[in-house]
Nanobody, 109 residues
Framework: QVQLVESGGGLVQPGGSLRLSCATRGIIFGTSAVGWYRQAPGRQPELVASFTDESTTMYEDSVKGRFTLSRVNDKVYLQMNALKPEDTAIYYC?????WGQGTQVVVSS
């Protein structure tokens, strides 16, 4: 059974950092992209970053140079630096049709 559990969200000031974690169970890395989406209030979900295979990463343009995707064993991490108010959203871990419950990130002074 596939399970994705996110953690690490919170309130941070602009310019600050957060590290999101996605604890996975039952997924097979490399068979389909695994990554992070976000959904801000009133907006459509957007792909933030993903592993397109076991080691290749891709990033949405607005987060390039600020966010870094990594993986250690069955955990996928999203290191977010230089956060901006427009990064405020619920962040979801995704693999195929499976989604985690989301973790909220609020960037505000």
């Amino acid at each position: 059974q596939v399970q994705l559990v996110e953690s690490g969200g919170g309130l941070v000031q602009p310019g600050g950092s957060l590290r999101l974690s996605c604890a996975t169970r039952g997924i097979i890395f490399g068979t389909s992209a695994v990554g992070w989406y976000r959904q801000a209030p009133g907006r459509q979900p957007e792909l933030v970053a993903s592993f397109t295979d076991e080691s290749t990463t891709m990033y949405e343009d607005s987060v390039k140079g600020r966010f870094t995707l990594s993986r250690v064993n069955d955990k996928v991490y999203l290191q977010m630096n230089a956060l901006k108010p427009e990064d405020t959203a619920i962040y979801y871990c995704n693999w195929k049709n499976w989604w985690g419950q989301g973790t909220q990130v609020v960037v505000s002074s």
